[in-house]
């Protein structure tokens, strides 16, 4: 069986067919071409099946605890923060640190201004995101939602 319909008709119109989206004329159209055209016909029934088989299928969601990032222990809880507490001042050391070695590396001002320049761009636009999404956060009204 060919891809496309032997008479050239455009075989898109069938899924608009199907779920009632086209104009009266083009319903006709098609409605008259399928009586006529086996291809299309088959091809119909087929994306008919289809939608019949995806519709009828139920999905299950998850169990809210799968949705969940939270830690589920308290030990779990506890590392966590602590993690964090380490990660965030090391973090700031080491970039600190990289930044000094940068800065004192780099000689003359036009190169200073050339490499701190671009670092200062991104600091500032990280923290306007930022500012953004805390001011945002206080007003969110999706913000209990779980899932």
Request: proline share 5%; aromatic share 10%; with cysteine.
């Amino acid at each position: 069986m060919p891809d496309r319909c032997p008479s050239g008709f455009d075989d898109r119109l069938l899924s608009g067919y199907l779920d009632g989206e086209l104009t009266q004329g083009d319903e006709q159209r098609v409605s008259v071409h399928l009586q006529n055209c086996p291809h299309c016909k088959e091809l119909f029934d087929d994306l008919e099946r289809n939608r019949e088989a995806t519709m009828s299928t139920r999905f299950t969601p998850p169990p809210d605890i799968q949705w969940d990032e939270l830690p589920r222990s308290g030990g779990s809880s506890l590392l966590r923060r602590l993690g964090w507490w380490l990660v965030i001042p090391w973090l700031v050391l080491v970039t600190g640190y990289g930044l000094w070695e940068t800065w004192r590396g780099v000689h003359g001002a036009f190169d200073r201004i050339l490499t701190f320049g671009g670092i200062a761009a991104l600091v500032l636009l990280f923290l306007s995101v930022l500012f953004d999404r805390l001011r945002d956060a206080k007003t969110d009204r999706y913000r209990e939602v779980k899932r």
